[in-house]
Structures are given as structure tokens and as C-alpha cells.
T-cell receptor
Framework: RKEVEQDPGPFNVPEGATVAFNCTYSNSASQSFFWYRQDCRKEPKLLMSVYSSGNEDGRFTAQLNRASQYISLLIRDSKLSDSATYLCVVNILLGRDDKIIFGKGTRLHILP | EAGVAQSPRYKIIEKRQSVAFWCNPISGHATLYWYQQILGQGPKLLIQFQNNGVVDDSQLPKDRFSAERLKGVDSTLKIQPAKLEDSAVYLC?????????????FGPGTRLTVL
């Protein structure tokens, strides 16, 4: 099983709809979780951190399920500008050091 | 605040040639990362520095790749000799290790094409 897995998509979603995708991780020592957004031919940028209690930022909601070892991202009232690749990032604590693993990303296309 | 700087932005070389990339992180950021991102995939961590020490280089192909951060600020990544499969975008990122969030700030990347 891969350390971090995402459905590559693409998810083709009409504008205004709600879309959700998950990311599963295999290492129970995973400590921190993030969603990054990457536009075509651009660098990744932090979208939001994922806390145990969940995290909401405007139309975006991120949740963590430690028992099932997955994180999720929900986008409400999707906009054309939400079209991007969403990267799941897991930070695993190994002794004193962290190991950072990116998923392969989920491509999202918002359709007009 | 200035972001992460990388150069060059693009590089085209022939296989078996050598190439070097440069990164200047955000001022004050102790942690610096080099990633390789092949088209259609997520970034793969090559090496992580904490100041001028290596934290993780487990995925760095050490027979051909090397990286250094001698003064704990800017860093260079070298490939010698390059192979066709090294064609990718090489991303540099930095983070402030003093925070709990480990937010990484990425540079624009260097797009390498090996012919």
C-alpha cells in the first residue's frame, strides 16, 4: 500500500456544485496533514492545514479521520477558479525528524 | 516578503551532461527542501536540510545527484551525469521550523529537459 494515495481524477464538476475528495495514508505515525493546491505549470501553494477537529475556510472544509486514516477536502459552491490539482501532504514524525510525503494529486475541472 | 527564488527557470541539456540548480529560500527559514516533480505526479522529496545539515536524503539518487547548503542559506542541486528520466520540474521549498504548521513555501521551479 502506498504511503499516501489519492484518486487522480479528473473530477469534472459543474460550477456551483459541491465536490469532495479523500486522501488515504498508511503510516499511523503520521502527525500533520495538509492540502496544497497546484495550478497548471505553477508551484504548489498551501490551501489549508487539516486539524483533528476539522478545519473550515470559507467554501473549503478539511477533515481528518485518524481511525480510518484518511483526510478529506470538501469544496462548496465551486468556482471556475477552483480548477487545479489538489495535493494531499502527510508529515510523519520519525524520531526527531519529519518525513514529508506528497500524494500524486487529484485533478479538478470546474465546468461552466 | 520575498519568496523562494530559483534559477534557472528552464534548462535543456543532453543526456550525460551535468546541470546545477540554485535556490534561495525565504529569509530566516531554517528548513529547505528539494523536490522532483515528474509530469502528472506529485512532488517527490529528494533532500531536506535543516540549516546546513541533511535531515532526509533517502530518495536522492546519490550516484548522480548531490546537494549542498554550505552556509545554511542558499542551496544548489547538481545532476551529473543526467539521464533522460531526470526530465522533470525541480522545486525548492522552505519552511520556518519554529512553527507547528510546517507550511512550505515553494519557488517557481526549474523545468529540466534532458534530450
Amino acid at each position: 500500500r502506498k504511503e499516501v494515495e489519492q484518486d487522480p481524477g479528473p473530477f469534472n464538476v459543474p460550477e456551483g456544485a459541491t465536490v469532495a475528495f479523500n486522501c488515504t495514508y498508511s503510516n499511523s505515525a503520521s502527525q500533520s496533514f495538509f492540502w496544497y493546491r497546484q495550478d497548471c505549470r505553477k508551484e504548489p501553494k498551501l490551501l489549508m492545514s487539516v486539524y483533528s477537529s476539522g478545519n473550515e475556510d470559507g467554501r473549503f472544509t478539511a477533515q481528518l479521520n485518524r481511525a480510518s486514516q484518511y483526510i478529506s477536502l470538501l469544496i462548496r459552491d465551486s468556482k471556475l477558479s477552483d480548477s487545479a490539482t489538489y495535493l494531499c501532504v502527510v508529515n510523519i514524525l520519525l524520531g526527531r525528524d519529519d518525513k514529508i510525503i506528497f500524494g500524486k494529486g487529484t485533478r479538478l475541472h470546474i465546468l461552466p | 516578503e520575498a519568496g523562494v527564488a530559483q534559477s534557472p527557470r528552464y534548462k535543456i541539456i543532453e543526456k550525460r551532461q551535468s546541470v546545477a540548480f540554485w535556490c534561495n529560500p525565504i529569509s530566516g527559514h531554517a528548513t529547505l527542501y528539494w523536490y522532483q516533480q515528474i509530469l502528472g505526479q506529485g512532488p517527490k522529496l529528494l533532500i531536506q536540510f535543516q540549516n546546513n545539515g541533511v535531515v532526509d536524503d533517502s530518495q536522492l539518487p546519490k550516484d548522480r545527484f548531490s546537494a549542498e547548503r554550505l552556509k545554511g542559506v542558499d542551496s544548489t542541486l547538481k545532476i551529473q551525469p543526467a539521464k533522460l528520466e531526470d526530465s522533470a520540474v525541480y522545486l525548492c521549498a522552505s519552511s520556518n521550523s519554529g512553527t507547528q504548521t510546517h507550511t512550505q513555501y515553494f519557488g517557481p521551479g526549474t523545468r529540466l529537459t534532458v534530450l
